[in-house]
């Protein structure tokens, strides 16, 4: 974990920082392949290795919600019956693929304001990173996409998810290809097998997270 942290601090959310040597970029570009690593195995349940190698556990009723960079700061959400009444109602409209992918915008979107109370990040920036604001009171995209991810699960185990499933994070961006690292949450379309983005970090607080195909969001940054 320690390692995942100092990765993703000094190369995943560091937007400003000046040109590495080559050593150096050898040095990020094999920290991405560990990374990768983790985002990429077989694995039945979509998003838990990503979740494992966090150390991010929650239960039915309690989300682990990750803040300050690298989930280096936690806090604990609770998803009440009120809440997750709210969340049935916004997932069961869906008729199509596509409909079920804006409902997941919007709960998402509901549940990053939501988390935000608790964790003190109503005040997240869009691209936080250290040369834009950083801090307890912010969110890097490994944070984003650990809160994210876990949401995610949570509504496929509640079977909220009739066209998609859970997919491990993806990575983009190695540094050395002219590409700043980042990494989203990932859902798959299980009629077509497209996988699609559910991309906070690209978003201030409480807005809507960037949902795209993979192929079009790694041509991205």
Not at 90 to 117: F, L, T
Request: net charge positive; hydrophobic share 40%.
């Amino acid at each position: 974990m320690d390692n995942l942290r100092r990765f993703d601090v000094a190369a995943l959310s560091d937007r400003g920082a000046p040109i590495m040597t080559a050593k150096k970029a050898l040095r990020h570009l094999a920290g991405a392949a560990a990374l990768c690593s983790i985002c990429c195995p077989a694995l039945a349940e979509g998003g838990a290795a990503f979740l494992e190698k966090l150390s991010v556990s929650s239960t039915p009723s309690v989300l682990t919600v990750c803040h300050g960079f690298g989930c280096a700061l936690r806090a604990q959400f609770v998803l009440t019956p009120a809440k997750l009444a709210y969340i049935r109602s916004q997932m069961q409209s869906a008729h199509s693929a596509a409909d079920e992918r804006k409902n997941i915008a919007k709960v998402v979107a509901w549940y990053d304001r939501e988390d935000g109370r608790v964790a003190g990040t109503v005040g997240r920036v869009a691209f936080a990173a250290a040369d834009t604001k950083s801090g307890p009171s912010q969110m890097d995209c490994i944070d984003l996409t650990a809160n994210n991810t876990e949401l995610l699960i949570a509504l496929d185990r509640a079977k909220l998810l009739k066209f998609h499933r859970v997919d491990e994070p993806v990575s983009r961006g190695f540094v050395i290809d002219g590409k700043r690292p980042h990494t989203t949450p990932v859902i798959v379309e299980v009629a077509s097998g497209t996988q699609y983005s559910v991309d906070s970090w690209t978003r201030a607080y409480g807005q809507s997270p960037e949902i795209m195909t993979i192929s079009e969001w790694k041509s991205k940054g």
